[in-house]
């Protein structure tokens, strides 16, 4: 079968809105290590690991022999109506390098369920039903996690069990934040903060909720100290902290573990999805032991960490915590960044991430416009040299990266060469059109 022929039956049977990149789509058929094969036979570098959620890479035997071994006992679910030792011994894991004090572990399928779960959790904790979010932000595509995505292509309802203030985003290319220095920013996002509080809140908010680095958004950050300088504020009303890692987390950033400890304060939540479970459906939350513990009704989760994708968690844990792929994301993000900035294209207004979280903002030569154009230029050309990346950011104009951390210095070399080149075709196009 085609992949035309493929597209047209997707097209027929899928929602319109499931939208796969590219003019000619491809469909992935195998995978190994940071490289993927097409049904066509081509093979590619892949830059953006299924939206950051490759996170080891493809076909590493320690997480399929992990699956396969639980898949040979037999019992793929069971519910949590009874134990479940892989799901036990994961939350530990988790537990133990969250950062988070006396943390409890709830363990979901998604990114999404994972913020709803938080955010269920902060509203009946405080009992209000009032929550700060930021601007240009993505959570999941739940009524509540899209209540809190400041993102209007994002956003498809304005239908929503929670009454939202959104705050600025980082956002100092654009914006009336525009050019602030760190500390300016930071002392007026306060201001802001308690300008909010003070005029579109009853009070008593449950908590914010926000990306370390925002991701849909395409990987705007605020400054590191921005979340400590605003949850001394959030202490004061006893406002809770969530910390949406769901690609931030693990080590991606390369200086940290989880984003939010660039900013020296620790969230009362985290939330996590994505690479943890290297492409086996796993997310959840990690709350204080009386957040988590605060609801009054059970809960129940039938598939929220099975034995496989426990089992598949445990081995991705393990296996990042044995290679210290913190370390080589650091190493190799530095070489990725350096090589980005180093191609000074004039049609790439800012360069943005940290560690193997690289994101650069295309606009028209000589002026601040978002060229949504061209970054469709460099996604086509990128793909045709075998370089996959993904794309995001408010006005579409942004190319972003999230590669396995798994990735070497001679991958992230031979990717940015590809970029170039896709980076000169652009120039290129914007030059002559
Ligand atoms: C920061 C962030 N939070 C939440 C989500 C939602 O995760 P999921 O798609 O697993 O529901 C995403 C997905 O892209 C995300 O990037």
Redesign the pocket.
């Known amino acids: 079968m085609s992949t035309d022929e493929l597209l047209n039956r997707h097209r027929a049977v899928m929602p319109n809105w499931i939208n796969p990149l590219y003019a000619d789509p491809i469909e992935l058929v195998s995978g190994s290590g940071c490289r993927v094969t097409d049904a066509s036979g081509r093979t590619y570098l892949d830059f953006f690991g299924g ?3 490759t996170m080891i890479g493809y076909d590493v035997p320690e997480i399929s022999d992990a699956v396969r071994r639980q898949l040979d006992k037999g019992i793929a679910h069971s519910s949590t109506l009874y134990l479940i030792r892989k799901q036990v011994e994961l939350a530990e894991k988790i537990a133990k390098v969250s950062g988070i004090p006396n943390p409890k572990v709830f363990l979901a ?7 709803d779960t938080a955010l269920l959790l902060a509203t009946q904790y405080r009992r209000s039903n009032q929550i700060l979010a930021m601007r240009n ?6 009524f509540a ?1 899209l209540a809190v995505t400041g993102q209007r292509s994002w956003s498809a309802t304005s239908l929503s069990p929670v009454n939202v203030s959104y705050l600025h985003s980082g956002d100092r290319l654009r914006g009336v934040f525009a050019g602030l220095p760190d500390a300016e920013y930071i002392e007026r996002s306060v201001a802001d903060l308690r300008e909010v509080l003070a005029t579109t809140t009853a009070g008593d908010v449950a908590c914010l909720i926000a ?1 370390p680095i ?3 958004g395409g990987f705007v950050a605020p400054p590191d100290g921005y979340f400590k300088a605003i949850k001394e504020v959030l202490d004061e009303h006893g406002i809770l902290w969530v910390s ?5 987390g693990w080590g991606r950033t390369g200086e940290h573990f989880w984003g939010y400890q660039a900013h020296d304060a620790v969230p009362d939540m985290l ?1 996590f ?2 690479g943890i479970g290297n492409g086996f ?1 796993l ?1 959840g939350v990690v709350a204080r032991g009386e957040i988590m513990d605060c609801l009054s009704a059970i809960s129940f989760n039938t598939f929220g960490g099975n034995p496989i994708s426990a089992s598949a968690g445990q081995a991705v844990l393990d296996y990042l915590l044995n290679h210290d792929l913190q370390s080589n994301a650091a190493r190799v993000g530095e070489v990725l960044h350096a090589g980005v900035r180093g191609l000074n294209s004039p049609i790439v207004a800012e360069v943005r991430g940290k560690g193997l979280m690289l994101a650069f903002e295309l606009v028209r030569p000589g002026t601040l416009d978002p060229a949504p154009e061209l970054a469709l230029r460099v996604l086509e050309e990128t793909k045709a040299n075998g370089l996959l990346v993904g794309k995001g950011g408010l006005y579409g104009n942004v190319i972003r990266m999230g590669p396995p951390l798994t990735l070497t210095e001679a991958e992230a070399k031979e990717g940015l060469d590809i970029l170039a080149a896709a980076l000169a075709a652009a120039h290129q196009q914007a030059v002559t059109a």
Not at 137 to 142: D, E, K, L, V
Not at 244 to 248: C, F, P, R
């Open positions: 939206v950051l959620t399928n998604s990114g999404t369920e994972a913020n932000s993505y959570h999941g595509r739940s996690a990306e925002q991701g849909v949406d890692e769901v690609q931030t939330t999805a994505k459906t997310g």
